[in-house]
Each structure stands twice: as C-alpha cells, then as structure tokens.
C-alpha cells in the first residue's frame, strides 16, 4: 500500500485563490472559496462562456473575473503583499489532457505553491476532501484519488449516522471551554493585581495568601480536564442537544454545590436506590431489570465507562450525571456520586446507580450498599445483577472459561487494589483460567509479579519485608489474551503470551476498558501463529443474527419520550489480522 495523504485542517481566511477556467467545475471552486473565507481569482479570456453560476457571483462582485489567459508571472504577483504578492492557492479546472494543466503544475510545484489540477492526482499537490459541515464541525473523508463517488458515499454514510444538531453543540461546548478560560484569565489577573498590591506596601510575607498561582493552575487543569471527559463520554446524542442553559448548568455544576444542596430537603416521599449493572457493553445485554430501571428512574448517576450505547437508551427527560473520575481524582468523584445519590433518595427521588459489567465484581457496589444502609436507606436498596465481563468478554473472542481436560476453574482478579497499589499474585496452576481486570495499565508490573519472585511490586507486597519464593510462577509461554471494549463495534483482542503482552500493548496502544486473560484456554479454540508475537483482531461480531425487534417494540410501545434512535442492532463488522 503506498503512502497516505497528510489531512489538514488550513485557515485559507483572506487567502488568494487563483482559479483557471470558467466551466462548472471552475464554479464550485469559487464557490468553496467564498465558503471559507478566501479571495477567489477567475482567470479566463474575455471571450469564455462563463458558467451561469460563475456569472451570477461576478456580477454580485464576489468574485473578480481577470479576462486573459493565464501568464506565469500572475502566480507571482496576484497575491498577498505580506507574502510578497505569491498566490495563496492555484485551482486549474482545464483537465488532464490541457497541456496548460501540467504546465501550471510544474510551475507551481517549482515555487511551492499549492495546486489541484481536476481529475489529476498525480498533477495535483493537494487534493480536496468531500466534506460534510455543520457549524464548526467539518468530517472529511478522501480515497487519496481512487473514487470520488465513494468518498462521497462514505461522507453521507458517516453524515447520516451523526445525531442532528451535533455542529450546534461544538458550538455550545466551545462556550464551555472559552468561558472556563474567561473565568481563569480573570483569576490570574486579579491574583496578579494583589501581588501588585502587596509590593506597593513593602509586603514580602507570603505565608498568609490564600490562593497562588499554583491554585490557580490546578483548578484550571481540573475544570479542562472535567471538560474533556464530558466531550469523551456523554453519549453524541446527549451531546447533540445540548442547550444553551444545560451550559450555564454545567458551568454551575463545577463550582456549586446549590443543586446538591436542594435536593437535600427533605420530603415526606421516600426515595429508592437502584445499584445495577450495564453489562459488558452492548446495550442488547443489559437485563430487562435494569433497562425498566433507566426508563423509570428519576436521576442516573452513571460511571464514566458505561458504554453510550446504554446512555443512549436514557430518557431526554431524565437527568444523568456521568463520574468525573480521572488520575487524582477517583475518590473525589465517588464522593461526589455517593453525594448526589443521598441528596436525591432524601428528596424521595428514585436513583439508579448505573455501573459497567456486574455491581459487585469491582464495582464498589457492596462499598455502596453498605454507606446507604449506615445513612439509613438500607431497607429501599435494589441490587441488579449486570453480566460481568470477566466471564462474557472471553466467549466473545471464543476463549472458553472453562474446558474439559484444559481449565477445570476460573480465578477473577484486579490488577491493581487500593490507592493503585498493586495486589498478591495468583500462583500458577496449570488447569486454571485467570482473569484480571483493571491490570492493563500496569502490564509491565503485572506479568513481573506472575512470572518472578523479585519484581518490585513483589517486594512491596511482602510482609515481612522478605521474599516468597514458595510461590509457583507462570511460565513465560503462557498463552493470554487482552480483550478491549467487549461487545463494542470497536471490539479488539490481542493474542499473545505472557513474554510478549506488554510489548503488544505499548505498540498497538490502548482501548480502555480492557482486561487480561491467562491460561491454556486462551488456545482451545484459536491455536494462534508460531511465527508472530501477538495478533490483533478488530470488531465485534456476534448478533447479526437478532433484528432487535423486541427491544425496540418495548422502547417505542412503553415510553414515547425513549430516544427511538437509540435501537441498537448487532454489529456484523468482520475481523482484520495484523502483526
């Protein structure tokens, strides 16, 4: 496969266009010019049959005609003078087979000038993407000069698969992101302006200020940070309808504590707490237990890695908080939902704690149960079982739990306990499947601890300040298997062995939620490849076969206001190998 395009995003306001010709196609590209902001150039003899469109914008006085042939001296002396009048950009729409096309190429390449010469890429220096716009938003989509139809096929495929009014709320949550910044300057500046303050009376004690440009800086990084997870993790379409006071309430959300405050007034009804799981990730999962708990509940607190294909499946008209939970800040947003969790049971609110896989498979949900039990809410607690994908995530990638004759038992284990310190290693034993989860982020560390009695975690872990080399290790060749957003369309399992997992992970990047599987069932159904380190496999296959009827019948039949978009059929995508 040869080289790919570089994309690029170019600011073309007030640039030069020089466009040649005066057929439709020398049109549109005025035309595409005024749409971004450029100067569009017509050069055409004055005896050239102008297309009506060309035309019309010549006599609105958008675009200026130069009536002559082209000159090689006008690339040098139309455009700018802060560039020393070179043109900007050079349209030639007289086709491949103009031998002026190949001369105007040459003459641009040599000045380094960029150039597209219609139906001629390897004329071209440039090429334009076919794009779809709305407001600020812009996707493109190219096939680096083998089918212009295609692409524009793929544009409106990827168009029409967009919730509506997605442009609108870049919009919107650029306000977010410009008024935090507003806001931040300001505080810098009244800061910079008691510092002031402060050397005008000889003032040079620093010990009694209460906010320092370091404060200032951290809660920066914390708001942008909050922001971010927002733009990665709320559903499209929760995004895409987004209001302009659903802004100021986010802005609010950050910096006070007022609705917190409200809900907690009492009132004579008595709330209800719902802990469920959302299963592995696709929405066809979720039991019908916890599907009739979205529909009905009147405020979802939701972990940030509930997949959006659940989230989608949220009323318009039901409120949703998503965990803020990023590095340092873990804690704090548990808090903050075990918070907002209690403000709304003692407002008599029903409130779904919405968790990914099962609650009580590291979900903290038996942490949960027991804080609402000690603030007296115990009796009104509902568990809901999720499918874990400890257990679902290995079926989906055809590694069999358990096998006779190969893994007569399953160890579920994280890799990674409190505060991020790492936990006791499984000893091997050689009929027995192990899963990890939350362990990919320190994979290194993981595979030391299984396959070495001296790894440092190992020495952290020890008691007695002294090593257990009792322990059985796992060999190197233990075959394994990192498995990525589980019944997702963006589905990926590496195949490998213990000695090569973490070299897997650092070149091919991670996809988060992810988890490790170890052991010989790893190889039962896949014999795998002696001659490559690790294969990677993408996409989720697996209901093709199921229209998705049931579910969409109870959404649209039971509850009108239900996104009826948000029906999710099974992804039929197939399998890519690589190396």
Same mark, same amino acid.
């Given at each position: 496969m040869g080289a790919v395009s570089l994309l690029?995003?170019?600011?073309?306001t007030n640039h030069i266009h020089l466009i040649i010709g005066s057929n439709p196609l020398a049109a549109a590209r005025c035309a595409k010019s005024l749409e971004v902001g450029a100067k569009p150039l017509l050069i055409a003899p004055e005896t050239s049959e102008l297309h009506y469109a060309l035309q019309k914008r010549i006599d609105n006085g958008e675009v200026k005609w130069l009536k002559k042939s082209f000159e090689d001296e006008d690339v040098l002396r139309l455009g700018r003078e802060e560039i020393n009048c070179v043109v900007d950009t050079v349209f030639v729409t007289l086709g491949p087979r103009d031998p002026m096309s190949a001369h105007i190429s040459n003459l641009c390449r040599r000045n380094r000038i960029p150039v597209n010469v219609?139906?001629?890429?390897?004329?071209?220096?440039?090429?334009?993407?076919?794009?779809h716009t709305?407001?600020?938003?812009?996707?493109?989509?190219?096939?680096?000069?083998?089918?212009?139809?295609?692409?524009?096929?793929?544009?409106?495929?990827?168009?029409?698969?967009?919730?509506?009014?997605?442009?609108?709320?870049?919009?919107?949550?650029?306000?977010?992101?410009?008024?935090?910044?507003?806001?931040?300057?300001?505080?810098h500046m009244a800061l910079a302006g008691d510092l002031e303050e402060e050397d005008s009376v000889d003032q040079t004690s620093t010990f009694n200020r209460l906010i320092t440009e370091a404060d200032l800086d951290a809660a920066k990084n914390r708001r942008m940070r909050w922001l971010s997870q927002i733009c990665e993790?709320?559903?499209?379409?929760?995004?895409?309808?987004?209001?302009?006071? &659903? $802004?100021?309430? @986010? +802005?609010?959300?950050? =910096? !006070?504590? %007022?609705?917190?405050?409200?809900?907690?007034?009492?009132?004579?009804?008595?709330?209800?707490?719902?802990?469920?799981?959302?299963?592995?990730?696709?929405?066809?999962?979720?039991?019908?237990?916890?599907?009739?708990?979205?529909?009905?509940s009147d405020l979802i607190l939701a972990d940030k890695l509930v997949p959006s294909g659940v989230l989608d499946l949220i009323p318009r008209r039901t409120p949703i908080h998503i965990a803020r939970k990023f590095p340092g800040n873990a804690e704090k947003a548990q808090e903050e939902l075990l918070?907002?969790?209690?403000?709304?049971?003692?407002?008599?609110?029903?409130?779904?704690?919405?968790?990914?896989?099962?609650?009580?498979?590291?979900?903290?949900?038996?942490?949960?149960?027991?804080?609402?039990?000690?603030?007296?809410?115990? &009796? $009104?607690?509902? @568990? +809901?079982?999720?499918? =874990? !994908?400890? %257990?679902?995530?290995?079926?989906?990638?055809?590694?069999?739990?358990?096998?006779?004759?190969?893994?007569?038992?399953?160890?579920?284990?994280?890799?990674?306990?409190?505060?991020?310190?790492?936990?006791?290693?499984?000893?091997?034993?050689?009929?027995?499947?192990?899963?990890f989860l939350m362990a990919l982020h320190r994979i290194s560390g993981l595979v030391a601890d299984l396959t070495t009695h001296d790894s440092e975690d190992a020495k952290v872990l020890s008691e007695d300040g002294l090593l257990d080399e009792s322990r059985r290790l796992w060999p190197k060749e233990t075959p394994c298997a990192v498995i990525e957003r589980a019944s997702c369309p963006d589905q990926r399992v590496i195949r490998t062995t213990l000695e090569f997992v973490a070299a897997a992970i650092e070149e091919e990047g991670s996809r988060p939620?992810?988890?490790?599987?170890?052991?010989?069932?790893?190889?039962?159904?896949?014999?795998?490849?002696?001659?490559?380190?690790?294969?990677?496999?993408?996409?989720?296959k697996g209901f093709e076969d199921f229209d998705g009827t049931g579910l969409e019948e109870l959404m649209l039949g039971k509850d009108e206001d239900v996104r009826p978009e948000a029906v999710v059929r099974g992804d039929s995508s197939g399998m890519e190998l690589k190396v």
């Open positions: 690029t995003s170019i600011d073309s219609a139906d001629a890429p390897s004329l071209c220096t440039f090429s334009l993407v076919s794009t709305s407001g600020p938003l812009q996707i493109g989509v190219t096939t680096n000069g083998k089918g212009c139809k295609l692409s524009s096929r793929i544009r409106r495929e990827i168009a029409s698969s967009l919730p509506p009014n997605l442009g609108p709320a870049c919009e919107r949550l650029g306000t977010i992101r410009r008024k935090i910044q507003e806001e931040d300057h300001l505080s993790y709320w559903p499209l379409r929760r995004l895409a309808n987004i209001t302009d006071s &659903d $802004v100021e309430s @986010v +802005l609010r959300s950050y =910096t !006070s504590t %007022l609705e917190t405050q409200q809900l907690e007034k009492r009132t004579e009804k008595k709330g209800r707490i719902i802990l469920a799981g959302s299963g592995p990730g696709h929405p066809d999962l979720l039991t019908r237990a916890t599907h009739k708990a979205i529909l009905s918070s907002l969790a209690l403000a709304g049971l003692k407002a008599g609110k029903t409130v779904l704690r919405l968790k990914q896989g099962d609650p009580y498979i590291y979900g903290r949900g038996g942490e949960e149960f027991e804080f609402f039990r000690k603030e007296g809410f115990g &009796d $009104v607690v509902t @568990v +809901l079982p999720g499918i =874990t !994908s400890a %257990l679902s995530a290995p079926l989906f990638v055809g590694i069999p739990a358990t096998q006779r004759g190969v893994s007569d038992q399953v160890l579920i284990c994280t890799g990674t306990g409190r505060k991020g310190r790492p936990t006791v290693p499984p000893a091997y034993v050689g009929t027995q499947t192990v899963v939620p992810g988890l490790l599987v170890v052991g010989k069932a790893c190889k039962v159904l896949h014999k795998g490849d002696a001659a490559r380190k690790w294969v990677v496999e993408e996409g989720f």
